[in-house]
């Protein structure tokens, strides 16, 4: 079983979901969970896009001790000095440069030819190094780039000294297999390659970044790169909790394992749900309110002889604790019983059977029957004569 680097970036790439501002107090607090969690690497901002983000990097480099701690920079000077200085105090400092490598950034954003772009490329990582002993270089828009050029400019950051190398899908366009195929070809074709991380980053604008994740692992990638909830800009990211749960529930089927502590899955997306304001959709796999929720009264019926049956994993691995049968309208007999006597509740049969029917009449007017409305239920019927 190998292990996979796991890299956060929830408080980079996942601050710039619109709508999302975290302040340092914030981040400083979704920091330490991270550590928690037992995250490898986490990405604590882009220090050179504002002095807020500056000091948030420089107080979580001063905490945090067990996860190897990074900030985003551009390909210029400025960038990797004002990084350096936010950076400085970690355990071990990690910078991460980028510098588009597509047709279509190139001609139209950087305005360089493909052989300006190796050039500046390399100068930055060289200088980049002369500070930072872990440098990560990333290939934006890697996915849209030619395979030849990239296999190039891979081969001389390595050899300007770069620690990792990254391909992006930054607009989240590719799909598995190109995907993919683009870890194999760089695996193949780049000689140096050997001396390197190799790391992914997906982007979800087609709702594939996790597959392609995980299809980047098995051509290749050591590290994957995500956030947590799956936030960041656009359609988000790759959700890592969903790619560190599938590597362990599939474990049959896929031979890595990452360093994840998986019961503090849920009190770190409750948290970063908490202060981002980005509300996890109650189908979210994993995470999602409804993820470990049984409502079909056939489904509670079989949850309740073996939960293997409509269960592929416990609600307890990921951190989840709250009661996983939903009273509703499709609830069954059993698991209205089941739930009765989880109240402390004895009744007779006669009474069961009056009781439930108040809840079927109920679920006609509510979605969900709450431990309150049990109760409410319960009383009624006791009270009755
Ligand atoms: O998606 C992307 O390309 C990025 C880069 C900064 C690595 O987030
Ligand atoms: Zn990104």
Not at 102 to 129: C, F, G, W
Not at 159 to 188: K, S
Not at 197 to 210: I, P, R
Not at 211 to 226: C, D, K, L, P
Request: charged share 25%.
């Amino acid at each position: 079983m190998s292990q996979i680097k796991m890299f956060d970036t929830t408080l980079r790439d996942g601050e710039q979901s619109p709508g999302v501002n975290l302040n340092k107090k914030e981040k400083l607090e979704i920091a330490k969970q991270l550590e928690r969690l037992g995250m490898d690497r986490m990405e604590a901002g882009f220090p050179a896009s504002s002095q807020g983000d500056f000091e948030a990097v420089e107080a979580i480099a001063k905490t945090i001790k067990n996860t190897s701690v990074t900030g985003l920079a551009r390909t210029t000077k400025a960038d990797v000095d004002t990084a350096w200085k936010a950076l400085k105090y970690a355990e071990e400092p990690r910078l991460h440069l980028f510098l588009a490598t597509s047709p279509i950034h190139m001609t139209y954003k950087l305005k360089q030819t493909p052989e300006q772009v190796i050039d500046n490329a390399v100068s930055m990582v060289r200088y980049a190094r002369e500070k930072f002993p872990q440098v990560e270089w990333s290939a934006e828009d890697a996915s849209r780039s030619d395979l030849n050029f990239l296999a190039q400019i891979i081969e001389k950051v390595i050899d300007a000294g770069a620690t990792v190398i990254n391909l992006p899908d930054t607009v989240g366009y590719t799909t598995p297999a190109e995907y993919g195929e683009m870890f194999r070809f760089i695996r193949e074709t780049v000689p140096n390659i050997d001396q390197v991380e190799l790391s992914c980053h997906c982007h979800n604008d087609l709702g594939m970044a996790v597959a392609n994740s995980i299809t980047a692992v098995e051509n290749g990638a050591t590290q994957v790169e995500g956030t947590i909830n799956g936030i960041g800009e656009r359609a988000g990211n790759a959700s890592l909790e969903e790619v560190a749960v599938a590597l362990h529930v599939r474990s049959d089927h896929y031979p890595y394992s990452t360093s994840l502590k998986m019961d503090e899955t849920k009190r770190t997306s409750d948290l970063i749900a908490k202060l981002t304001g980005m509300y996890v959709q109650a189908n979210k796999a994993v995470v999602g309110r409804n993820a470990f929720q049984h409502e079909a009264g056939i489904h509670q019926d079989g949850v309740l002889k073996n939960k293997e049956t409509y269960e592929i994993m416990t609600p307890e691995m990921v951190g989840v604790t709250a009661n996983t049968l939903f009273l509703g309208k499709h609830s069954g007999r059993h698991a209205f019983k089941d739930r009765v006597s989880e109240l402390g509740v004895d009744l007779s049969d006669d009474k069961l059977k009056e009781a439930f029917v108040k809840f079927k009449q109920l679920t006609d007017h509510k979605k969900e029957v709450t431990d309150d409305d049990l109760y409410t239920i319960l009383m009624e019927i006791q009270t009755d004569t």
